[in-house]
């Protein structure tokens, strides 16, 4: 097996498409927080 190891050098990767995929994330872990939230006082207030 051929060893094809170029140099790499810490910190020189493009991580652009992953900070916009964890902002995605967080964003929708926010929301679907503040949903539950919402749905839970809801639930709370009109209760029967």
């Known amino acids: ?8 050098e810490h910190g020189t990767m493009d991580i652009t498409a ?3 995929t964890f902002a995605g994330f967080l964003t929708f872990g ?3 927080t503040i949903a ?3 749905v839970l006082i809801f639930l709370a207030i009109f209760r029967t």
């Open 36 to 38: 539950c939230i919402a």
């Open 18 to 20: 992953q900070e916009k």
């Open 30 to 32: 926010t929301r679907l």
């Open 1 to 8: 097996m051929a060893d094809h190891h170029e140099p790499h």
